[in-house]
């Protein structure tokens, strides 16, 4: 994601099913998955394109029946219905970062894919040098309770281009800091969280398997998810930056759930508010 209210990167970048506690999370494995290649992101399935198309290892993003997007106030102009006539039903949308900042285009994305149907969830973008509860408090100040929102989403990684928060604290700091923003806000809005994170913070801070029991959206954009995260459970995958979606200008993420439509709605009616 990596799109701080801070400072813009010129570049759009791009990247568990169930609830309740780490022991009883219902989880979609790859089980019947073909067999691990490398080929041109097929898209043939899909009303989406791509800006820069690269090569996939594993299962496509063609091979998953629903598909969503995320975004924030760096995204052009945008069709909602038109969007959502393309095949998009959920969106990923940036409301607050660090203890302070809060994203000014997020009001007008959130009344809009209530407006036309499309699922929504808002995301913060974790700022590592402020306390986790001031960042709470400041996404509770800007995202109500609605019951009907998916549950809200901690956007984790390094941010090297941020000038002014160079630090990167230790593994154990890390997961200490972040499980006390998880608690705090599932705490308040009584929603397990979705944890979305990228393979370099993924590798130095939780390829252990530390904080089991939360949904998972993953960032991947040359292979499936299991490739470059070894036995993480997933929920979710952002596997463009540089989507093309009818309705959207300009390059747009683009993620996969892991799952069939079906599955979709059951796990909807399960984790709204």
């Known amino acids: 994601m990596l799109r701080p209210i801070a400072v ?16 009883d999370v219902l989880l979609l494995d790859n089980a019947g998955s073909p067999p691990p290649a490398t080929r ?6 899909l009303k989406y394109g791509d800006h820069d198309a690269v090569k996939i290892q594993g299962r496509q993003p063609a091979d998953y029946d629903v598909h969503g997007i995320d975004l924030s106030r760096h995204n052009l102009g945008i069709d909602w219905r038109r969007a959502k006539r393309a095949g998009i039903e959920f969106a990923f949308v940036k409301a607050t970062e660090g203890k302070d900042d809060s994203d000014p285009r997020f009001g007008e994305f959130w009344q809009a894919t209530q407006r036309v149907g499309i699922e929504r969830s808002a995301y913060h973008f974790y700022y590592f040098c402020a306390a986790p509860e001031e960042q709470a408090r400041n996404y509770i100040r800007n995202v109500q309770k609605d019951q009907a929102s998916l549950p809200p989403v901690l956007d984790v990684e390094w941010n090297p281009k941020s000038p002014s928060c160079k630090t990167r604290p230790a593994p154990v700091e890390v997961r200490r800091v972040l499980k006390r923003w998880l608690d705090m806000i599932e705490r308040h809005y009584g929603q397990k969280p979705i ?14 398997g530390e904080l089991p029991g939360y949904h998972y959206w993953l ?4 292979a499936e998810p299991k490739f470059r995260y070894t036995n993480r459970p997933w929920t979710f995958w952002q596997y463009t930056g540089t989507g093309k ?15 069939s439509k079906r599955q979709w709605r059951d796990w909807v ?5």
Do not use: K, M, W
Not at 195 to 208: K, P, Q, S
Not at 219 to 222: E, I, K, Y
């Open 195 to 208: 944890i979305y994170t990228t393979v370099d913070f993924h590798r130095e801070n939780l390829a252990g």
């Open 219 to 222: 960032r991947s954009v040359t």
């Open 245 to 259: 979606v009818p309705g959207i200008e300009g390059p747009v993420d683009i993620n996969a759930f892991n799952g």
């Open 40 to 45: 041109t992101n097929d898209t043939r399935h």
């Open 269 to 273: 009616a399960q984790n709204r508010r």
């Open 8 to 23: 813009l990167a010129p570049l759009l970048l791009a990247a568990c099913i169930g609830g309740g506690t780490a022991g």
